[in-house]
């Protein structure tokens, strides 16, 4: 693995193809390569498997910059938080939601998935350390400490909405559509073997909880952010994507 990495540091060898990325090099070598490059957006996957983490699956898709983890909700925080209690389960409660266990992506983990995913892009917003537990009350404190201003849950959670529509502004004014907003098919089958032997996603059940997450966005069915959500947002005077 060593030498592999240090072929694609020097771009010599197999080292130069793989040094763009899997979706480059599945292009380049063509011949259905393309189903073997584990990307969203040309973002490869990280360790966290999407196939037991349907609210990070969902991260996965609609992320602007693709297959992040980060600004994401991992299931387990909240499947178990009564065996292992998690500063994030509350952070929901004074926003009206309520997670608890579940194996779904019904409506309400799609809308709690939204919050923490605010939460996340706030937090690099802030360039707060995503390892650090820091509740949205907490984060209301460090930011009035430091800047002298005195904000809310809602107004950060606003700032945060405004960022993710103006990044879905900014991807769709280049060309994405709901067709980027996908995992690789490979995660709707389950694997030959071990623990995943018998879990896949539901391509159905995914698209649904997409088409959702737009909703809750202010977006059309296209992902396309509305002419009344950016009027909302006070972002309606940045040039319009035709």
């Known amino acids: ?3 592999l990495i240090e072929l694609i ?3 010599e060898k197999i080292g130069d193809l793989l040094a763009e990325g899997s979706a ?3 292009e380049k070598i063509g011949k259905g390569a393309e189903k073997y490059a584990m990307h969203v957006k040309k973002l490869e996957l990280p360790m966290h498997e999407p196939r037991i983490n349907k609210a990070l699956s969902l991260g996965y898709m609609v992320n602007p910059h693709g297959a992040d983890h980060l600004d994401n909700m991992i299931d387990i925080f909240f499947n178990n938080f009564a065996q292992e209690p998690s500063v994030m389960v509350p952070d929901a409660v004074p926003l009206g939601l309520e997670p608890g266990p579940s194996k779904d992506i019904d409506p309400k983990r799609v809308a709690l998935f939204k919050i923490f995913q605010l ?4 937090h690099d917003s802030l360039v707060i350390c995503h390892l650090l537990p820091y509740s949205l009350s907490q984060t209301i404190e460090i930011t ?3 800047t002298g201003w005195d904000t809310s849950v809602m107004e950060q959670c606003r700032i945060a909405e405004r960022i993710l529509t103006m990044c879905r502004m900014f991807n769709v004014r280049e060309g994405f559509s709901p067709l ?3 995992l690789p098919l490979r995660f709707f089958e389950p694997t ?3 623990p995943l032997a018998h879990h896949s996603l539901s391509f159905e059940e995914m698209e649904q909880a997409k088409r959702y997450y737009y909703h809750l966005m202010g977006w059309d069915e296209n992902g396309v952010p509305m002419t009344e ?3 909302e947002l006070g972002i309606d005077q940045i040039t319009r994507i035709s």
């Open 144 to 146: 009035a400490k430091v």
């Open 192 to 194: 030959v073997n071990g």
């Open 24 to 26: 480059k090099a599945a």
């Open 119 to 122: 939460k996340r892009i706030l």
């Open 9 to 11: 540091a020097k771009r």
């Open 180 to 182: 980027d907003d996908q």
């Open 1 to 3: 693995m060593l030498q």
């Open 229 to 231: 959500k950016l009027e």
